[in-house]
């Protein structure tokens, strides 16, 4: 089962997990507080990374799977959450759980990587010109924007549905599923214009 290779945890207590969480009375305002707070301390750091950490030269021509790696996973989960959209669009919501928990895993283990890769070989310069470049700086900036969005969204999202607040899980979901899919898709896209021009 994927879950418990992903997981350091059995299924039986995943799921106890999952249950208690549910029946515990966790007012949302100040876990929705820390979310915020932890996403800013992310974005802040992940924007030191990209724009003001240089890469030490020590690490080029080294570990160059990794922007691969990165969309590989972008694409895995934007599949995990159209996977997931079907399931609860046929009321299927055991399944559609574990979609979008794998959708987390794929985004979660993403972010892993890119930080690695940022930090060992810092930012890729787009070489491209005309057009194809307003294309690229458009999609990238779209990216980039929404990224810094999705996080808090997607953390909130979850946190509602861990917690029995389905009513609340919908309504912030129809904003946090095509914010979260765009992010993913772009991600893949950015890989392909680069792949295609700089690498």
């Keep these: 089962m994927w879950l418990n290779r992903v997981l350091p945890i059995s299924r039986m207590e995943f799921c106890d997990l999952i249950v208690s969480m549910e029946r515990a009375e966790i007012h949302p305002r100040p876990v929705i507080g820390a979310i915020i707070v932890t996403s800013s301390l992310a974005v802040s750091f992940l924007l030191w990374l990209l724009y003001v950490h240089h890469a030490s030269a020590d690490f080029a021509g080294r570990w160059m799977f990794l922007p691969a790696l990165n969309a590989s996973l972008n694409g895995l989960c934007a ?7 079907y399931f609860i669009k046929h009321h299927n919501r055991g399944a559609h ?32 010109h005309g057009p194809v470049r307003t294309l690229y700086l458009s999609i990238l900036a779209s990216h980039v924007i929404l990224s810094i969005v999705a996080l808090p969204m997607v953390l909130t999202t979850f946190f509602f549905s861990l917690t029995g607040r389905f009513a609340m899980h919908r309504r912030i979901a129809r904003l946090t ?3 979260w899919l765009y992010v993913s898709i772009t991600g893949v896209v950015v890989f392909v214009f680069l792949k295609v021009y700089a690498y």
């Excluded at 959708?103 to 993403?110: D, K, L, P, R, T």
């Excluded at 972010?111 to 491209?128: E, R, W």
């Design 79 to 85: 599949i995990a959450l159209c996977v997931g959209l």
């Design 97 to 128: 759980r574990t979609s979008m928990l794998l959708a987390f895993a794929f985004s979660s283990v993403f972010l892993v990587s890119y930080i690695v890769n940022h930090a060992l070989h810092g930012d890729t310069i787009f070489p491209g």
């Design 177 to 179: 599923f095509p914010i």
